[in-house]
């Protein structure tokens, strides 16, 4: 299926590697110029430079003014944003040690950043009476988790934004929608300090069995691929979806089981 994505610009946050690094993939095999906004850069976000498609921009997205200079690093006009970056840290000392700073660090990186960096490139997407956001929010939206309760808690925030959002600006031109994941194959979850190591150190299941649990519910009893989330995000960011809008879409193998 031809996307109609050639010679368009699209950012992505977070986009070293997992889910970012996989949109940003996504993108350049449909012909789309990218700019890559994280803290570095990666080997493999650097051979994907080299094709001529990339540019890396390194910034600290939970600094206020990083989304500003993200978005101000080129003079190209930005069709695409995509909020992906992020972070959950499992809190398996339960609420009562979460500290306020981890709650406004949270918040920050989850919500905030991606608050940040659409107030910086609207103005550009309403000139052009174009544009398309999406939005890597998570299950945990509504789904809540007590073990990443800050984390739940901020990206409800976020999908409660972009469906406001599409709102105001959907006469405009410009579409918000929401992606969903559930687990996900990447370090933040199967990683060293990821969610199921840290999971484990505090109840002494193994890894294994923390990463089992975490799919129990799921109808397919698996993660999901960064690849498959970047797909679906390319789509919700092509023509194709020209009548999308203010939708949050899951790709989680049938763990939520409500309609």
Known sequence: MDLGLTGRTA??????KG??????????????QVIAGARSSSA???????????????????EPDAPERLISSTDRPIDILVNNVGLATARTGGFLSVTDEQWVASLNLNL??????????????IAAGSGVIVNVASVNAYLPDPAVIDYSAAKAALANFAKSLSKEVGPAGIRVNGVNPGPVETALWLGDGGIASSVSGATGLSRE???????????TRRFTTPEEVADLVVFLASDRAANITGAGYAIDGGLVQTL
Do not use: C, N, W, Y
């Open 11 to 16: 950012v992505v946050t977070g986009a070293s």
């Open 44 to 62: 493999a976000l650097d051979e994907l430079v080299a094709g001529g498609s990339v540019q890396v921009v390194a910034v600290d997205l939970s």
């Open 19 to 32: 889910i970012g690094l996989a949109i940003v993939r996504a993108f350049v095999a449909e012909g789309v």
């Open 112 to 125: 905030l950043a991606a608050v940040r960096a659409t107030r910086a490139v609207l103005p550009g997407m």
């Open 209 to 219: 069995q923390v990463q089992k649990g975490a799919v129990a519910d799921a109808a």
